[in-house]
Structure formats: C-alpha cells, structure tokens
C-alpha cells in the first residue's frame, strides 16, 4: 500500500514538472539544449555565471519531463537524447545560442545538440549559425550607426555651406 503512494506522490511531482518546463518552453524565444557531461565543477560554475548574466535559465532535465513538456508545449520533432542540459531565453535569441557555442570551443565537453528558437525546432548548424551573429546589443550599435550616418552627414553639409559663406563675406 505505501509504494503506491509512494508513485502517486513521485507522479504528481513529475507532473507538476512536466507543466513547469511545457511553460518555460512555451515563453521563451530561444531554448538550447546541450549535453554538459564531463565539464569540471570551474567549468559548469562559470558557464552557469555566463548564463546567469545574460538572463539565461539553465537547468539539467531528464529527457523523459522534457519529451513531455515539448509535446505538451506544442513542439514537434524536438528530440531528447542522451544527458540534457536546457538553456531557456525569454528576452535575447541569440545568447543561449552565443555563450553555450562560444564556451564549447574552451570546453570539450560541452556539446550543443539543439534547439527551438521562436517556436521552430533547430538544428546544431542552425544553432551555431546563430550564435555567429551579433548580440542584441551589438545589432542595436549597428543600428544606431546606421541612422546616425545621414545626420552627421547632413550637419557637415550645413557646416561647410555655412563655412563657405563666412568665408565669402
């Protein structure tokens, strides 16, 4: 009698998890998964930093609660195999992406797998094909460059008519 409270109880644990992680898969707009076997304890303590300052969750997660919670999520065709080490990103695409394939170069052991960034499933190319672009913070500096061009242009323009004209008179 007791084991099968003992079921329920680990069933309704795994359910609640199952809900938790099927609603960080649903918010984020980026989500990587990795397998982080073999990292040292440096190691996972400054990836987890790394993350952590990005505003990037990272958790270990059986594949079996993930199976469910992508399905439940409504994501097809995410496939969770061997250890799994989720990164969730409700705000910046790219920085699960960016961090995870950066500290795989310094990192052996750290392999990225996957991933589903804006609700489509995505492969490790696409992942590090992602991770190679600019920050959220570097594409805005680039923006800004580009707006700020045909103003300083413009204020040059006017500097120099009004420099002719001094010289002029």
Do not use: C, W
């Not at 469910?68 to 989720?86: L, Y």
């Amino acid at each position: 009698m007791s084991d099968y409270k003992v079921n329920e109880a680990t069933i309704a644990v795994k359910s609640e998890l199952v809900d938790v992680y099927a609603k960080k898969f649903a918010e984020a707009v980026s989500v990587v998964v990795a397998d982080s076997r073999g990292l040292t304890v440096e190691q996972d303590t400054q990836l987890r930093k790394n993350l952590r300052e990005a505003g990037v969750e990272f958790k270990v997660v059986k594949n079996s609660i993930l199976r469910r919670a992508a399905e439940k999520a409504g994501i097809e065709g995410m496939e969770f195999s061997g250890p799994s080490a989720v990164a969730f990103s409700n705000e910046d695409v790219v920085a699960p992406a960016k961090i995870l394939s950066e500290f795989a170069k310094t990192a052996e052991n750290l392999e990225v797998k996957g991933g589903i960034i804006e609700g489509k499933v995505s492969s490790h190319e696409e992942i590090a094909a992602i991770a190679a672009l600019p920050s959220r913070e570097g594409l805005l500096s680039m923006l800004l460059s580009v707006l700020q061009a045909p103003v300083r242009n413009v204020a040059l323009a006017v500097k120099a008519v009004a420099d002719k004209a001094e010289s002029a008179a």
